[in-house]
């Protein structure tokens, strides 16, 4: 009884994360881009590459602020790394001068702003949004 009550706070927590990961892999997320191409289609290794600092066809990632519930979804299911990684990997990006990290966004309301304004940018949305005229469904996480 009482290794059970010594442990049951970490089980929890546990359980808790668990439950977290479980619910964000079962999310899809939409990656629109505003190309002007109606055929674009990218792959999950060129996105991944894309938001982690290279290019593709001249295209600019946007993308939610760190901590954003939508943002760790995306990262969980097209980036593969857990949002710790990623800050780590900009942050000495950014120190050494190689790259500077995707512009941000705080809602979905200001991605779809961001993403009709500029031409050549891609960010993501969740599943079940409306995408107006102009933008493009490039990708769909399962």
């Known amino acids: 009884m009482g290794i059970l009550i010594r442990y049951l706070p970490l089980l929890v927590l546990m359980s808790s994360m668990a439950f977290t990961q479980i619910t964000q892999a079962r999310e899809s997320v939409l990656v629109v881009a505003n190309s002007g191409e109606s055929s674009l289609q990218l792959s999950k290794s ?12 001249g295209l600019s990632p946007v993308e939610f602020e760190p901590g954003s519930y939508l943002r760790k979804v995306f990262n969980t299911q097209v980036i593969g790394l857990p949002e710790a990684r990623i800050q780590s990997f900009w942050a000495q990006m950014k120190f050494s001068g190689r790259s500077v990290p995707p512009s941000h966004v705080s809602n979905i309301e200001e991605m779809l702003t961001f993403l009709k304004e500029h031409k050549f940018s891609v960010g993501y949305l969740p599943e079940g949004t409306s995408i107006p005229k102009g933008l493009t469904v490039v990708y769909v996480s399962i």
């Open 46 to 57: 060129e996105l991944r590459n894309l938001f982690m600092g290279g290019a593709i066809n």
